[in-house]
Nanobody, 119 residues
């Protein structure tokens, strides 16, 4: 069983930045999802195990950056120019390497970390 632990959420103002992190040992492709209150879960970003290929939802392109440090078993989501509509609980997810990064099916999930962006 893969354990995923997210960190880095918080309350910020519009225009601020946050960096989320997620630790997971093993050779996994990683993704970030988010779910706002009363809305469906969204696939936000993903990165392959090698870190060479990424995926971003259109609404976060140019503002969010996903990266990973395999020596630390950690994937990051750098979120800049945050907007109130980015408010959601953010979840880290993992799956064995092999599927294209745009595929949103994952096998393992973290508990999530709350990101709240005020006006």
């Amino acid at each position: 069983q893969v354990q995923l632990v997210e960190a880095g959420g918080g309350l910020v103002q519009a225009g601020d930045s946050l960096r989320l992190s997620c630790t997971a040992s093993g050779r996994y492709a990683m993704g970030w999802f988010r779910q706002a209150s009363g809305k469906e879960r969204e696939y936000v970003a993903a990165i392959n195990w090698a870190g060479s290929t990424t995926y971003y939802q259109d609404s976060v392109k140019g503002r969010f950056t996903i990266s990973r440090d395999n020596a630390k078993n950690t994937v990051y989501l750098q979120m800049n120019s945050l907007k109130p509509e980015d408010t959601a609980r953010y979840y880290c997810a993992a799956r064995p390497a092999g599927k294209p990064v745009y595929v949103s099916k994952y096998d393992y999930w973290g508990q999530g970390t709350q990101v709240t962006v005020s006006e």
